[in-house]
């Protein structure tokens, strides 16, 4: 994440002294209250004032049926964010009833995770969420047509148009920011954070994905786990899952490991640590991850259907499947190595052992944010935090990555039971769309 987003946009400064967030120490909120040094201070919904979020709507028609919606995704990282805000989209309609329209700039890597997209669609209805292709800046929008709430994904800079006629409603729409995911400490101070307009009679919030109940949790759905645990208890399921992509019964007695990455990682010198494990492993990668790595591997360009074995590694590279799937390959899988937020987002819900692939940026700030949350997480032990560190390039030249990984090997089975224990930690903290809606029950209507 760029952090010069937020910092543009940080809130007024009073006497010297920045004005402090409305972190909640639960997943209620009050947009009212602003003491985040207080971690025990409860936040409510006040009694006395009805919902808010209808009186945010712009016309009576609104105000007595779903609050409406619209999120703003701008893809960046391929498929992490439109797979973030896709995810967020779909649990916001399905289990909160809200109209939601999902504005997406990019709709050919929309369709590699959703192949009901339609590319030339300038409009398009897809599980019950309205998907609109986000051209451009340019457009006149209407006053009449704005939503309750208006969310913009990583600072994404939505058209100026459609904020000019946000502030032309009466009442005019909760304004969110949705940030990127850390479990750097300082987002504590700044989730839920106003950012006035410079010249629009707008508020904007900062909204926090996070770790802790002082941030707004993570996007998880509320069947999530249970579909999950009904997977792993069917002895078949993971087996006829896997079936589809030419992992057969013997293959099964593997280790099974997932490869979602950027081509900088080690992965050359992973692939030979396995080849001389003397334990069979089975590497799934997706068409077209690990670059000259993985097509080196197989002497044929990496297809979906092209597989190869050398040593005690076979490599099958697999079609990138729908969101339902992707959590299926994880659950199916022993280890999984994801990359970006929304995989990495996912590992955690997988409650498996995974290496995360942080999204490189500028001065490596990503080793700043990577050493964070593995300081924050306790299934990183450290046998994991090695090989992540490495992974990530963050722990010098010198680095044995075959050594690194038998160490991890010889630790999975605690790590798997402390990730399991980091899932219920997680799940303590509610849900990132049930929050950000409680959230945004409590901004006071502008009119």
Same mark, same amino acid.
């Given at each position: 994440?760029?952090?010069?987003s937020?910092?543009?946009?940080?809130?007024?400064?009073?006497? &010297?002294i920045?004005?402090?967030?409305?972190?909640?120490?639960n997943?209620l909120?009050h947009?009212?209250?602003?003491?985040?040094?207080c971690?025990?201070a409860a936040y409510?919904?006040p009694?006395?004032?009805?919902?808010?979020?209808?009186?945010?709507s712009?016309?009576s028609?609104q105000a007595?049926h779903?609050?409406?919606l619209?999120?703003?995704?701008?893809?960046?990282?391929?498929?992490g964010?439109? &797979?973030?805000?896709?995810?967020l989209?779909?649990?916001l309609q *399905?289990e909160?009833?809200?109209?939601?329209?999902?504005?997406v700039?990019?709709? *050919?890597s929309f369709?590699r995770i959703?192949?009901e997209?339609?590319t030339?669609?300038e409009?398009?209805?897809?599980?019950?969420v309205?998907v609109?292709?986000?051209?451009?800046?340019e &457009?006149i929008?209407r006053a009449a047509?704005?939503?309750?709430?208006?969310?913009?994904?990583f600072a994404?800079?939505?058209?100026?148009g459609y904020i000019?006629?946000?502030?032309?409603?009466?009442?005019?729409?909760?304004?969110l920011n949705l940030e990127?995911?850390t479990?750097e400490?300082?987002?504590?101070g700044?989730?839920?954070?106003?950012?006035?307009h410079?010249q629009?009679p707008?508020? *904007?919030?900062?909204?926090?994905?996070?770790?802790?109940?002082?941030t707004?949790?993570?996007?998880?759905?509320?069947?999530?786990?249970?579909?999950?645990e009904?997977?792993?208890?069917?002895p078949?399921?993971?087996?006829d899952?896997?079936a589809?992509f030419?992992?057969t019964e013997?293959?099964?007695d593997a280790?099974k490991v997932s490869?979602f990455?950027y081509p900088?990682?080690?992965?050359?010198a992973?692939?030979s640590?396995w080849?001389a494990s003397?334990h069979?492993?089975?590497?799934?990668a997706?068409? &077209?991850?690990?670059g000259?790595?993985v097509?080196d591997f197989?002497?044929?360009?990496?297809?979906?259907g092209?597989?190869a074995?050398?040593?005690?590694?076979?490599?099958?590279?697999i079609p990138?499947?729908p969101q339902?799937?992707y959590? *299926?390959?994880?659950w199916?899988?022993?280890?999984n190595f994801v990359?970006?937020?929304?995989s990495?987002?996912?590992?955690q819900w997988?409650?498996k052992?995974?290496?995360?692939?942080?999204y490189?940026?500028?001065?490596n700030l990503?080793?700043?944010k990577?050493?964070a949350f593995?300081?924050t997480?306790?299934?990183?032990?450290e046998?994991?935090t090695?090989?992540?560190?490495a992974?990530?390039? =963050?722990a010098g030249?010198?680095?044995d990555?075959?050594?690194l990984?038998r160490d991890?090997?010889?630790?999975?089975?605690?790590? =798997?039971?402390?990730?399991?224990d980091?899932?219920q930690v997680?799940?303590?903290?509610?849900d990132?769309?049930t929050?950000?809606?409680?959230?945004a029950?409590t901004?006071?209507?502008?009119v």
């Amino acid at each position: 994440m760029a952090d010069s987003s937020l910092h543009e946009f940080i809130g007024p400064v009073r006497n &010297g002294i920045r004005e402090p967030s409305l972190a909640a120490a639960n997943p209620l909120y009050h947009a009212d209250q602003h003491d985040c040094g207080c971690k025990n201070a409860a936040y409510f919904l006040p009694s006395n004032i009805p919902n808010i979020l209808e009186m945010h709507s712009t016309t009576s028609s609104q105000a007595s049926h779903a609050i409406s919606l619209a999120l703003f995704c701008k893809v960046v990282d391929n498929y992490g964010d439109i &797979g973030i805000c896709w995810r967020l989209a779909r649990q916001l309609q *399905k289990e909160h009833g809200v109209i939601v329209t999902l504005w997406v700039d990019d709709l *050919k890597s929309f369709r590699r995770i959703c192949p009901e997209v339609a590319t030339d669609s300038e409009t398009q209805e897809i599980q019950g969420v309205i998907v609109r292709h986000w051209r451009d800046q340019e &457009g006149i929008f209407r006053a009449a047509d704005m939503p309750n709430i208006v969310i913009e994904f990583f600072a994404c800079d939505i058209p100026p148009g459609y904020i000019k006629a946000m502030s032309e409603c009466t009442p005019r729409p909760v304004w969110l920011n949705l940030e990127g995911l850390t479990a750097e400490t300082w987002v504590e101070g700044c989730h839920t954070l106003p950012s006035p307009h410079p010249q629009l009679p707008l508020t *904007k919030y900062f909204f926090f994905p996070g770790f802790n109940q002082r941030t707004g949790g993570l996007q998880v759905e509320s069947d999530l786990a249970a579909r999950r645990e009904a997977f792993l208890a069917d002895p078949r399921a993971a087996a006829d899952f896997l079936a589809q992509f030419g992992v057969t019964e013997a293959g099964m007695d593997a280790l099974k490991v997932s490869l979602f990455c950027y081509p900088q990682a080690p992965i050359t010198a992973l692939f030979s640590a396995w080849q001389a494990s003397g334990h069979a492993v089975i590497c799934l990668a997706p068409e &077209g991850v690990g670059g000259d790595a993985v097509t080196d591997f197989l002497g044929q360009p990496s297809i979906a259907g092209a597989h190869a074995t050398r040593g005690s590694l076979t490599v099958r590279v697999i079609p990138f499947v729908p969101q339902p799937d992707y959590d *299926k390959l994880l659950w199916a899988c022993d280890v999984n190595f994801v990359r970006g937020e929304d995989s990495f987002v996912r590992a955690q819900w997988a409650a498996k052992p995974f290496i995360w692939h942080i999204y490189p940026q500028d001065e490596n700030l990503h080793h700043v944010k990577l050493k964070a949350f593995l300081h924050t997480c306790p299934a990183a032990t450290e046998s994991l935090t090695a090989l992540a560190l490495a992974w990530n390039g =963050a722990a010098g030249d010198a680095i044995d990555v075959a050594a690194l990984w038998r160490d991890m090997q010889a630790d999975l089975p605690n790590i =798997a039971r402390l990730s399991m224990d980091w899932e219920q930690v997680l799940l303590a903290n509610g849900d990132l769309a049930t929050n950000l809606l409680k959230f945004a029950e409590t901004v006071p209507p502008r009119v």
